[in-house]
């Protein structure tokens, strides 16, 4: 399984990040549309990600107290309709829809998204490269140039934000 350290916060605006972001040469890697859809499981999450016409099933497992350290399995899937085929297995508990505007820097995903139903969101992902002390070097690097309270993280999924309304 793959790892990384995750934070997300509640924000206004997207804007004063996206500076900062090309001021410190942070890669641009576009907008994704996603639709993610959260099945009943006994443990961990699973969902369906659908963005730009491909489908990825995710599992994971995650710390939701402390430092949110993930461990996540990817497996892409082709079928004529992945959706509909787990959707007749599996039942959904709640479909997240957000826009995502993704940038990327020192092996840290930035993730400015505008999530329906909730507004917009900062999360961060610094991948594992196989030392928890370098990835948290990184994690609290980025936390520091963009100016975040750690104190006003979020310890919950879009899942579980949307299923609370």
Not at 42 to 50: D, E, I, Q
Not at 76 to 104: C, G, H, M, Q, S
């Amino acid at each position: 399984m793959a790892l990384n350290l995750e934070l997300k916060i509640k924000v206004d605006s997207h804007k004063k990040y996206i500076s900062v972001l090309k001021r410190i040469g942070a890669e641009n890697k576009g907008i994704l549309k996603q639709k993610d859809i959260y099945y009943k499981v006994k443990k961990g999450l699973l969902k369906l990600r659908v963005e730009n016409e491909t489908f990825t099933l995710i599992k994971y497992l995650r710390d939701e107290k402390g430092k949110r350290w993930s461990n996540y399995e990817l497996m892409t899937l082709k079928a004529k309709n992945p959706e509909k085929y787990l959707n007749e297995i599996f039942d959904v508990e709640v479909v997240v829809v957000k826009k995502r505007k993704y940038w990327l820097y020192k092996n840290t995903r930035v993730h400015l998204d505008t999530v329906k139903s909730l507004g917009k969101y900062l999360e961060l992902e610094t991948l594992f490269t196989g030392d928890r002390l370098d990835a948290t070097k990184r994690f609290n690097e980025i936390v520091k140039i963009l100016n975040l309270d750690l104190g006003k993280q979020i310890h919950k999924s879009y899942k579980n934000l949307l299923m609370k309304k």
